[in-house]
């Protein structure tokens, strides 16, 4: 028997019925559901189009849903995307406002208070890096180290830099409830810290009374530090190598999954 599971992730390009059913007959396990893109309608299709060839093919192919989690983005530009150079400044503020080249807003209103000067911040996973040169009550001033392209909802990583988010966003409790009412066989949890991340998601199973399997994705260095607890707290874990290798050098990330 192979012991080794295929998790596939489900998009726009594989899903349709066929292409759902060419998955499973090629050895697909678990079908990945990213909430992180899509609509609760096209993912409660896909759902359906994953059980209907389970039954056509005589196999058990789980569905796992993974939660965006607490993901730090830009806001939108108004005349994006621009491009940053070396020694540019650029701005990152909680105000409302529309993006500029020099100035943008962001997702999380937090982000002055957990940044200070000297910090490092990567946007678009690494494509871009600005450094921190000044902080107030809503703006996050840097200097760009690393050009690229700056466009809408781009990710924003703050390596070593302990974040204030919760757990579970808004958006993410609702995904919950979603996928343990539909029948999800799996649950994904994002951007895990610690052990006590399971928390809020125990809390939900309990208010809907079905309990799943929780994954903790591994993809953050705190997770790294607690990662035992997080062994012993959680169903499995999830070596998310992209984000992971952002927020610590590439070259370790094999080593984190070997420990793992």
Not at 89 to 108: A, C, M, N, Q, Y
Request: aromatic share 4%; proline share 5%.
């Amino acid at each position: 028997m192979r012991r080794a599971k295929i998790v596939c992730t489900i998009g726009p390009a594989t899903d349709s019925p066929d292409q759902i059913q060419t998955l499973v007959d090629a050895g697909m396990d678990v079908a990945r559901i990213n909430r992180s893109h899509g609509s609760i309608e096209e993912h409660e299709e896909v759902i359906r189009h994953v059980r209907k060839a389970a039954r056509a093919s005589g196999r058990a192919i789980a569905v796992l849903v993974d939660l965006q989690g607490p993901k730090i983005r830009l806001g939108r530009f108004e005349n994006g995307p621009h491009k940053l150079e070396v020694g540019d400044t650029f701005t990152i503020t909680t105000r409302d406002v529309p993006g500029t080249k020099e100035l943008v807003s962001t997702t999380f209103k937090k982000l002055p208070g957990d940044c200070r000067p000297g910090d490092r911040l990567l946007i678009d996973d690494g494509n871009v890096a600005v450094r921190v040169i000044e902080v107030d009550e809503t703006d996050v001033k840097t200097r760009v180290e690393v050009p690229g392209e700056v466009s809408n909802n781009k990710g924003i990583n703050l390596p070593g830099v302990a974040v204030s988010v919760p757990a579970l966003s808004e958006k993410d409790k609702e995904d919950l409830r979603w996928a343990l009412k539909v029948g999800a066989d799996f649950i994904a949890l994002s951007f895990v810290r610690d052990a006590k991340d399971i928390k809020d998601v125990h809390e939900i199973m309990e208010e809907v009374g079905v309990y799943r399997p929780v994954i903790a994705k591994i993809e953050k260095p705190q997770a790294v530090e607690n990662l035992l607890e997080i062994v012993e707290a959680f169903d499995g874990i999830m070596v998310a190598r992209g984000d992971l290798g952002v927020e610590i050098p590439l070259e370790t990330v094999p080593l984190v999954q070997k420990h793992a």
